[in-house]
């Protein structure tokens, strides 16, 4: 198995009946243990171990996940992509259209069933799909308002036709997406879906 895969099972199974919950409120793959141990990966940069022996409901330890929590948190706050993400996000908030938009019961649910490493997934495939090549097919209605998370996320974002990506981002239209533009576009639809996971 490739460390891809395990990443993914991680994420999506490691942490018993939390995973789906743990992957969006702390996104980390991990796995824990009945014993007080909880092993995470923060992907391409390291690995943690943390064991604390009293454990919650689901089996997980709470101090780890405390821990990794915090983690998080520290790792966001120093994250120069997420920083640049803030006025973005404050543009979006002024807008009655942007701003309308939020997850239901259902969408909730779908995300915490697959998991954040599949829905981030679906993110990339509909940009691959549907925005980056240079003349999208139905440009302006490519992407639905309804019937996936990543869709809502799209028209929330302005990540949802080559139009908004010019007007709101500054990607201009005509031009193919770069693998660089479409991870942008995939981390801003990411990160909207994050807080929105993270709303009580």
């Not at 706050?77 to 701003?99: E, T, V």
């Not at 938009?101 to 993110?123: D, M, S, T």
Request: with cysteine; proline share 6%; hydrophobic share 45%.
């Amino acid at each position: 198995m490739q460390a891809r895969q395990i990443n993914a099972l991680m994420a999506t199974s490691g942490m018993y009946q939390n995973a789906g919950e743990f992957a969006w409120r702390v996104g980390l793959p991990a796995k824990s243990g009945v014993g007080g141990g909880i092993v995470a990966i923060v992907p391409h940069e390291m690995a943690i171990a943390v064991w604390s022996p009293e454990l919650d409901d689901a089996g997980n330890s709470l101090a780890g996940i405390a821990v990794l929590e915090q983690l998080t948190k520290t790792i966001r706050a120093f994250s120069l992509l997420m920083q640049s993400l803030d006025p973005l996000f404050a543009r979006l908030s002024r807008s009655k259209f942007r701003s309308r938009f939020r997850l239901g019961v259902k969408e909730r649910q779908y995300c915490l069933e697959k998991g954040a490493p599949v829905i981030e997934q679906h993110a990339a495939d509909f940009v691959a799909k549907r925005l980056a090549p240079a003349l999208p097919a139905n440009d302006g209605k490519q992407t639905p308002m309804r019937g996936h998370p990543v869709f809502i996320a799209q028209h929330a974002t302005a990540t949802c036709c080559r139009g908004c990506l010019a007007k709101w981002h500054n990607i201009p239209q005509g031009e193919a997406l770069s693998e660089e533009q479409q991870r942008y576009i995939v981390t801003v639809i990411y990160h909207w879906l994050v807080i929105q996971m993270n709303q009580p």
